[in-house]
């Protein structure tokens, strides 16, 4: 098993900066992948930035230019720097990672609130 937690969370000024922060721990040797998704009140959750074991990112359009996504050398944390933040990024933001055997788990998330 692997668990998630995230942080970095709080509330930020349209065109401020966070730093999101996911820490695994368990299993992390069998995790192919991580993602940040965000869902916004009202809305389904999406897929924002993504990262693989080889270091082969994406991102979602929205993000593009704006956001970054990177692993420690360690492999158990991962990382999204959120620049020129929006009002419309305001969302609980989640890790997840995927791996071998159906492995996938999930963090209970983040809050990130953008507002003057």
């Known amino acids: 098993q692997v668990q998630l937690v995230e942080s970095g969370g709080g509330l930020v000024q349209p065109g401020g900066s966070l730093r999101l922060s996911c820490v695994a721990s368990?299993?992390?040797?069998?995790?192919?992948?991580w993602g940040w998704y965000r869902q916004a009140p009202g809305k389904e959750r999406e897929l924002v930035a993504a990262?693989?074991?080889?270091?082969?990112?994406n991102y979602a359009d929205l993000v593009k230019g704006r956001f970054t996504i990177s692993r420690d050398n360690a492999g158990n944390t991962v990382y999204l720097q959120m620049n020129s933040l929006k009002p419309e990024d305001t969302a609980v933001y989640y890790c997840?990672?995927?791996?071998?055997?159906?492995?996938?788990?999930w963090g209970k998330g983040t809050l990130v609130t953008v507002s003057s």
């Open positions: 368990g299993s992390i040797f069998s995790i192919k992948a």
């Open positions: 997840r990672t995927v791996g071998g055997y159906g492995m996938d788990y």
């Open positions: 990262i693989t074991s080889d270091g082969n990112t």
